[in-house]
């Protein structure tokens, strides 16, 4: 970490790194410094609130003035010293306006998930929890979670768990993303764990019937008699080949 007399000219000729990050500091000012990137400088303000480093993004520097920058970071620092942690703050207030739209958005979007998974995904939240998408995060309770999870599974037990497996990645992402920078959990626990206390999952039960040799003729000419014809030979090659649902989906005209 380095210290020096930072100057507009300075700052503008610094380098970007090549690979993570390097900081500078003013020794006219301190804890004024700036951040450097691999794609972008920006200055900061780092000071102490009770007793814990905080470190604050001032703005970059191709958007600010040193001056402007060495202004507001003073003004950065008087506020750490008088005891408020502004990433607190901030953490906080995303945290108490996310709803589950954008909660969704920012698990899709981050995760790393399948394309195939990511749809599936969406599916199932935008199908089940249409209702929910423009609460905030914060406001579904163990409560509705478990309402709604009997709701479901009156339907079915199956769509019930997977239902609220992607729900829970969902908050889950949601409340890691939403920490401070100290490691403070902005968000409370995930409503979904009620399920996982009161033991409600559905037990899954493995699939044994299959077609018998003498149901072939009936299955195909249930086929045959197909709305869509073009589902119809999509079971068809299911069935002959072998092959998964994802599998045959995935398979490709040949050119």
């Not at 750490?80 to 698990?107: C, H, P, W």
């Not at 929890?129 to 406001?139: G, H, N, P, Q, T």
């Amino acid at each position: 970490m380095s210290r020096i007399t930072l100057k507009a000219e300075y700052v503008r000729d610094l380098p970007l790194t090549d690979s993570g990050q390097k900081f500078i500091f003013d020794s006219a000012l301190p804890g004024f410094g700036v951040r450097i990137g691999t794609k972008a400088k920006s200055y900061i303000a780092e000071g102490r609130v009770k007793g814990r480093s905080r470190r604050v993004t001032i703005g970059r520097t191709d958007k600010l003035t040193l001056n402007d920058a060495r202004k507001l970071a003073k003004k950065e620092l008087s506020l750490m010293a008088g005891g408020v942690d502004r990433n607190k703050e901030k953490a906080e207030e995303r945290a108490r306006t996310l709803d589950l739209s954008q909660a969704l958005d920012l698990y899709l979007n981050n995760a790393d998930l399948k394309e195939s998974t990511k749809i599936e995904n969406c599916r199932l939240i935008n199908g089940d929890f249409a209702d929910w998408l423009d609460k905030e995060v914060k406001s579904i309770t163990p409560t509705m979670v478990e309402r709604r999870f009997d709701n479901i599974s009156e339907r079915s037990h199956s769509v019930a768990n997977h239902a609220f497996w992607v729900l829970r990645a969902v908050m889950n992402y949601a409340r890691v993303a939403t920490k401070t920078d100290a490691g403070e959990f902005t968000l409370p626990p995930n409503p979904c764990d009620r399920l996982t206390d009161l033991n409600r999952w559905h037990k899954s039960k493995p699939r044994t019937g299959k077609l018998k040799r003498d149901q072939f003729p009936l299955f195909f000419s249930a086929l045959d008699d197909a709305e869509n014809p073009i589902f119809a030979d999509f079971v068809e090659m299911l069935l002959r080949a072998g092959l998964r649902r994802n599998e045959a989906a995935s398979l490709k005209r040949p050119t």
